[in-house]
């Protein structure tokens, strides 16, 4: 995607500088910080990238000159994809008589605290619906390209724009629908809705390429194939094969790779916001 010199967002909490970038690594607090957010968040959001991240993955002691160049870049490519996002997302909320209420981006290095709980890197990014604030370490971009084999800077814009996509969730009232079945299904039905709510995410990540593309013909060719493998790669079925060898389709979180390609596909294809109704859809 052509990015440079076009509108970063302001809605950016840049929280980087606060631990001086040098963190502590292993177990000990962070460990635990970890397991909270991992019980606040229901295992991070990308996909249950725990057992693939381990607590203190993706953290760093010192970054060298060339690593904090890298991050500068990524920081500054992600606020243009955000300030991307409010674009469009201002643009479809208006069409239907509504306004946008933005989200705000916390860029933050090893941990944080959120309206959650607390995260780390390793919980991968994520959406509070409790702040209306999306988290990322920006070292998860390190990780979908070296762990999940995900590269490409697209990748990056399509892990934003999911977790965007829960907070249009958040403004429908949608993910609090699936919030109040918890206690009215079994766990096995409530899983299921909640894998049809992440795949509702990766719809509106794709509805955004779509539109992002008709309103200002950023795009590229490679753009697509990116956030598609990035998709493919972070599927609950390729996860758990990776973690544990087998596939245990109970215990999703995300949906299948074919799934996540598939929503994000369809987004991208028809741009259509009426065509997003996971939970009626056999897929
Ligand atoms: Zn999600």
Known sequence: MQWLGRRESGNVDDRRGMSGGQIATGGGVIGVIFLIAQFLLGGGDMGDLSQIIPPGGGMQTEMTAEQKAKEEERAGFVKVVLADTEDVWDKLFREQGRQYQTPTLVLFRGYTTSACGSASSASGPFYCPADNDVYIDLSFAEDLENRFGAPGQFALAYVVAHEVGHHVQFLEGTSAK????????????????????????????????????????????????????????????????????????????????????????????????SQGNTFASAR
Do not use: C
């Open 178 to 273: 699936v919030q109040q079945l918890r206690q009215r299904v079994s766990e096995g039905e409530y899983n299921k809705a909640s894998v049809m709510l992440e795949l509702q995410a990766d719809f509106y990540a794709g509805v955004w390429a779509h539109h992002n593309q008709k309103m200002k013909n950023v795009m590229q060719e490679k753009d697509i194939a990116e956030a598609l493998n990035a998709a493919n790669a972070i599927g609950d079925d390729r996860l758990q094969k990776q973690s544990q060898g087998h596939v245990t389709p109970d215990a999703f979180t995300h949906g299948t790779s074919a799934q996540r390609m598939y929503w994000f596909k369809k987004g991208w294809d028809t741009g259509d916001l």
